[in-house]
Nanobody, 124 residues
C-alpha cells in the first residue's frame, strides 16, 4: 500500500508560481512512476504531468508544457510539480498519483494510488 500526501497549494495571482510536493510512504517509491492530475470544478480529472521511476522520462499535457516541471527526489520519497506563469484556467484541485510499475502513464485509469489533493487557485 502507498499513501500520498500533497502540499503546497494555495492562492496565487496570474503570472505567479507555486511548487507542489507529494510525499509518499513506503520503501518502493523509487521503483514507481508518478504523475500529477488536476480537476477543476464541474470538469473531469485530467492529466498534467508524469515521470518515470528514474525521472529520466517526463511527459506533459500541452496546456502546461513549458510552464510546469515535474521532478522527484527518491531519497526523500517526494515528487514535485513546479508551476510557473500560472493562469486562471490552472485553478483546480491537484492530485498526486503513483503506479505499480516503473513506466509512466498519462491516463487516470493507469494510476494505482491517489492522494487527496491540494487546491490551487489562480486569480486574474
Amino acid at each position: 500500500q502507498v499513501q500520498l500526501v500533497e502540499s503546497g497549494g494555495g492562492l496565487v495571482q496570474a503570472g505567479g508560481s507555486l511548487r507542489l510536493s507529494c510525499a509518499a510512504s513506503g520503501r518502493t517509491f523509487s521503483s514507481r512512476a508518478m504523475g500529477w492530475f488536476r480537476q477543476a470544478p464541474g470538469k473531469e480529472r485530467e492529466f498534467v504531468a508524469a515521470l518515470s521511476w528514474s525521472g529520466d522520462t517526463t511527459y506533459y499535457a500541452d496546456s502546461v508544457k513549458g510552464r510546469f516541471t515535474i521532478s522527484r527526489d527518491n531519497a526523500k520519497n517526494t515528487v514535485y510539480l513546479q508551476m510557473n506563469s500560472l493562469k486562471p484556467e490552472d485553478t483546480a484541485v491537484y492530485y498526486c498519483a503513483a503506479r505499480n510499475t516503473r513506466h509512466l502513464s498519462i491516463i487516470t485509469s493507469g494510476m494505482d494510488y491517489w492522494g487527496k489533493g491540494t487546491l490551487v487557485t489562480v486569480s486574474s
